[in-house]
C-alpha cells in the first residue's frame, strides 16, 4: 500500500512537469514569462497560503500549495531552458541538505531537544555557506519588518544571545514604554523633525521588544498580529452592517453609539 501511494505520488508530480512542458511551448502567456515577471505573483500565491492556513480552511490549504507548486516547477523549468539547474537539481540539493543539517539523524550528533536542533541547524548552515556569512546575514532584507524582527532575534539566540530568564524581557518592555512615552511627550510639544525621529526610533524600539517577548514565550508575533486584525474587522464590519441596518452611516454615529455595538460584538463571540 505504501508503495501504491508512492507510486501515484510520483505520477502526480511526472503529469504535472509533462503539463509544464506543454504549456512552456504551446501557451503564448506561459511561454513568456520570466523569473522577473514570475516574482510578484509568486509572493502573492505566498500570502494567500498564509490566509488559508491562519483560516484552518485545508481545502484552500490544499489549492493553494498546488498554485505555488506551479511557481517552483516553473522556474525549475525556464532555469532548465538556460541551462542553469532543473528540478531534478532542486530536489538533490535539497535532500543533501536536510541530510547535512539533520546529523542527528543521518549522523551520530545526540540532541535532547528542539532548541539544540535550531542551534545545530544554524551552525551548520553557517559552515556550509563557507564561514564567510555573518549571524544575520541569512535574514533577506526584504521580509516584511515583523518577521525580520522575529528572524534576526532568532538568529542571535542560536549562537546565545538572548535572555538567560525569559521573564526578564519584561524589564526591557518597560523601559522601552517609558522610553516612548517620553519621547511622544516631546513630539507632541514640539514637532520638530529631531523628536519625530526620536519618537519613531523609539516605537521601533518598543515593537522589537514586545516581538522578542512574544518569541521567548513561543508565540509567533506576525501570527498574533494576524490575528488581531482579522477580529477587528470581524467586528468593524459587524458595526457598520448594524449601522446600515438603521438606516445610518458609520461615520454619522456618536463614538458612544459605535462602543455599544462594539461590546455587543465582544459579547456575542465571549457566549
Given at each position: ?152 532575534q532568532d538568529k542571535a539566540r542560536a549562537v546565545g544571545f ?17 522610553e516612548l512615552k517620553e519621547a511622544l511627550q516631546n513630539y ?84
Amino acid at each position: 500500500m505504501v508503495n501504491n501511494k508512492r507510486e501515484q505520488e510520483l505520477a502526480a508530480f511526472n503529469k504535472l512537469l509533462d503539463i509544464m512542458d506543454t504549456l512552456r511551448e504551446k501557451c503564448p502567456w506561459d511561454n513568456k514569462q520570466t523569473m522577473e515577471s514570475l516574482r510578484p505573483q509568486t509572493i502573492e500565491e505566498t500570502f494567500e497560503l498564509s490566509d488559508a492556513i491562519l483560516k484552518n480552511d485545508l481545502q484552500n490549504v490544499c489549492k493553494e500549495l498546488g498554485d505555488l507548486l506551479l511557481h517552483i516547477v516553473f522556474y525549475a523549468k525556464i532555469g532548465k531552458e538556460i541551462g542553469k539547474f532543473n528540478i531534478a537539481d532542486i530536489c538533490n540539493n535539497l535532500c543533501d541538505k536536510l541530510i547535512y543539517r539533520h546529523p542527528h539523524i543521518y549522523g551520530k550528533i545526540k540532541v535532547k531537544d528542539e532548541k539544540e536542533v535550531i542551534n545545530n541547524w544554524e551552525q551548520l548552515k553557517t559552515i556550509e555557506k563557507g564561514g564567510n556569512k555573518t549571524v544575520l546575514s541569512g535574514v533577506p532584507e526584504s521580509l516584511p519588518s515583523m518577521i525580520k524582527a522575529y528572524r534576526i532575534q532568532d538568529k542571535a539566540r542560536a549562537v546565545g544571545f538572548d535572555w538567560k530568564r525569559k521573564e526578564d524581557v519584561w524589564d526591557k518592555v518597560y523601559e522601552e514604554v517609558g522610553e516612548l512615552k517620553e519621547a511622544l511627550q516631546n513630539y507632541n510639544n514640539s514637532n520638530s523633525d529631531t523628536n519625530k525621529k526620536r519618537a519613531e526610533n523609539e516605537l521601533g524600539d518598543f515593537i522589537f521588544s514586545v516581538i522578542n517577548a512574544g518569541r521567548l514565550y513561543d508565540l509567533n508575533p506576525d501570527t498574533a498580529l494576524e490575528s488581531t486584525c482579522s477580529k477587528f474587522r470581524r467586528r468593524f464590519d459587524y458595526l457598520e452592517a448594524q449601522t446600515l441596518k438603521q438606516g445610518k452611516k458609520i461615520k454619522d454615529l456618536t463614538l458612544e453609539e459605535m462602543n455599544r455595538l462594539w461590546d455587543e460584538i465582544k459579547e456575542s463571540e465571549n457566549e
